[in-house]
T-cell receptor, first 112, second 115 residues
Framework: QKEVEQNSGPLSVPEGAIASLNCTYSDRGSQSFFWYRQYSGKSPELIMFIYSNGDKEDGRFTAQLNKASQYVSLLIRDSQPSDSATYLCAVNYDGTASKLTFGTGTRLQVTL | GAVVSQHPSRVICKSGTSVKIECRSLDFQATTMFWYRQFPKQSLMLMATSNEGSKATYEQGVEKDKFLINHASLTLSTLTVTSAHPEDSSFYIC???????????FGQGTRLTVV
């Protein structure tokens, strides 16, 4: 059973701080990794994806991948109240970028 | 990004009836569509994968006779929940992809409530 694990939270950070979200996965053959944001009652929206070990930055967001440790993280700099949402980690196992296995998500609360 | 439209956004139906949910790719041809289900405070669980013109592939534990999927064109896939029961109440989400290795785009989701 391929698994994607996330701490459910809530993770509470003050406005302007860095939020760090973590995800581990079970299959070493995993090929690509995605972070989605989901507001309550809404569909997930893609934040970013990463394929290679190391860091990938996009605006306030940085994804970090460590395949040896089977670990992927998302850093959100200068957190805003509008970042408050559930963040879903998703992993692609079978080579099709579009077929994903999701973690249970981490709820982030950015406080004023 | 590409647009995927899902309809209806909310539906309430009586137990024992069937409900059809549509997923349309508006500005690209979707060779593959995925159907997910999400229960409250849980993650998205893949139900099935459908490729245009062929039968859907269902994930383990998903009843193919209960959740009928049709992907008759490159822009439309439908999910029909047959003989719905209260335990089928959930958030159903589709995603569509233009090819095997391309990004999938999500629809807005459908909140199904069976009473």
């Amino acid at each position: 059973q391929k698994e994607v694990e996330q701490n459910s939270g809530p993770l509470s950070v003050p406005e302007g701080a860095i939020a760090s979200l973590n995800c581990t996965y079970s299959d070493r053959g995993s090929q690509s990794f995605f972070w989605y944001r989901q507001y309550s009652g809404k569909s997930p929206e893609l934040i970013m994806f990463i394929y290679s070990n190391g860091d990938k930055e996009d605006g306030r967001f940085t994804a970090q991948l460590n395949k040896a440790s089977q670990y992927v993280s998302l850093l959100i700099r200068d957190s805003q109240p509008s970042d408050s949402a559930t963040y879903l980690c998703a992993v692609n196992y079978d080579g099709t970028a579009s077929k994903l296995t999701f973690g249970t998500g981490t709820r982030l609360q950015v406080t004023l | 990004g590409a647009v995927v439209s899902q309809h209806p956004s909310r539906v309430i139906c009586k137990s024992g009836t069937s409900v059809k949910i549509e997923c349309r790719s508006l500005d690209f041809q979707a060779t593959t569509m995925f159907w997910y289900r999400q229960f409250p405070k849980q993650s998205l669980m893949l139900m099935a994968t459908s490729n245009e013109g062929s039968k859907a592939t269902y994930e383990q534990g998903v009843e193919k006779d209960k959740f009928l999927i049709n992907h008759a064109s490159l822009t439309l896939s439908t999910l029909t929940v047959t003989s719905a029961h209260p335990e089928d109440s959930s958030f159903y989400i589709c995603s569509a992809s233009a090819g095997r290795s391309t990004e999938a785009f999500f629809g807005q989701g459908t909140r199904l409530t069976v009473v």
